[in-house]
C-alpha cells in the first residue's frame, strides 16, 4: 500500500472506526413523505383501526442521531391514543444462532403525558418483541419478556424530563442459547444515550436483563407505534449491529469525501 492509500485508509478508520463484518438494517423508517401535513394513511402502507394519522413534515431533532432527514408521525388529537401498525414480514430470527444480536432504535418526543407513547417490533405469537416508551407519568419503560416471563411493560427507572423534548432509545437484543421456551437473551436498554459515535460511547445500559425469551419465536412481522396525546415519533431503525442502525452525521460525511478528494488528488498529479 503506497503512502496515499495509507493516509486515506487511517482517515476512514479515524472517522468511521471499524465497521462490524454484518451490519445490515432490516428496517427504517424516516417518515419522509413529502412537504405537507397529510393523512398518514395517504402516503404509506400505516394503517390503524380508527382515527386519522398525520403525517407532520418536520421531523425530530436530537444529538444522538444526527443528520436526520424527512417528517415525523404526530399524533395531535385533543383526546384518545392512537396505535399505528406496518407488517415488515421480516424473517430474521428463525436463522439466527445464539449471540446474534438485535438493535431497535428511534425518537419520541412527548408533548402532553396523557398515556403510553411508545414504539416496539412484534413477533409471530408475541412473545419475543422489543421495544420502549414513556408512559403517562414520565416514566421510562422497555417492552419484552424478562427473567423467562411473558411479555410486559417494565420500568426502568428512568424518568423523561419534560415534556417537548426528544428522547432517543437504543435497544440491544442478544439471542441466547438456552432452550426453546426459557431462550435466556440478553436485553440491553439505553434512555436517551447524547453520544452515540461508537457503540462503547454508550456507556453502562440503564436497563439489562439476562433472563429473556427473545428469540423463542422465528418471525418478526410488525412494527406497532401507539402515541398519547400530541406526541411524536421519528426515525425508527431495527438492525444486526450498533452501526446498521446508527449513521454517521453529516460532518462525518463531509471528512469521508475530503479524504477521498484527496486520494484522487495526489494521484493525479502522480
Do not use: C
Not at 471528512?255 to 502522480?270: D, N
Amino acid at each position: 500500500m503506497n503512502i496515499h492509500k495509507t493516509l486515506l485508509a487511517t482517515v476512514l478508520i479515524g472517522v468511521l472506526g471499524l465497521p462490524p463484518a454484518s451490519a445490515e438494517l432490516f428496517f427504517s423508517e424516516s417518515f419522509d413523505y413529502g412537504d405537507t401535513r397529510d393523512n398518514i394513511q395517504n402516503v404509506s402502507d400505516w394503517q390503524t383501526t380508527s382515527g386519522v394519522l398525520y403525517y407532520d413534515p418536520d421531523g425530530l431533532s436530537h444529538p444522538g442521531m444526527p443528520g436526520e432527514v424527512g417528517g415525523s408521525f404526530h399524533h395531535d388529537f385533543g383526546s384518545g391514543n392512537r396505535a399505528i401498525n406496518y407488517a415488515v414480514n421480516i424473517d430474521k430470527l428463525s436463522t439466527a444462532s445464539a449471540g446474534d444480536e438485535f438493535w431497535l432504535t428511534g425518537l419520541i418526543q412527548l408533548e402532553n403525558h396523557d398515556g403510553q407513547s411508545r414504539v416496539q417490533f412484534l413477533s409471530g405469537s408475541n412473545v419475543d418483541g422489543i421495544g420502549f416508551g414513556v408512559n403517562s407519568s414520565g416514566n421510562v419503560q422497555f417492552y419484552g419478556s424478562i427473567n423467562e416471563g411473558a411479555n410486559t411493560w417494565t420500568d426502568t427507572g428512568a424518568t423523561a424530563a419534560a415534556d417537548g423534548s426528544t428522547y432517543l432509545f437504543l435497544v440491544q437484543a442478544i439471542r441466547g442459547s438456552g432452550s426453546f421456551s426459557d431462550r435466556e437473551s440478553t436485553i440491553n436498554f439505553w434512555f436517551d444515550p447524547q453520544d452515540t459515535s461508537s457503540q462503547a460511547a454508550l456507556g453502562l445500559p440503564d436497563f439489562t436483563n439476562g433472563l429473556s425469551k427473545f428469540g423463542r419465536d422465528g418471525v418478526w412481522n410488525e412494527v406497532t407505534i401507539g402515541l398519547s396525546n400530541q406526541s411524536r415519533a421519528d426515525e425508527i431503525r431495527f438492525g444486526d449491529s450498533f452501526n446498521a442502525v446508527m449513521i454517521p452525521e453529516p460532518g462525518t460525511l463531509v471528512l469521508v469525501g475530503l479524504a477521498v478528494g484527496f486520494l484522487i488528488h495526489f494521484r493525479r498529479r502522480r
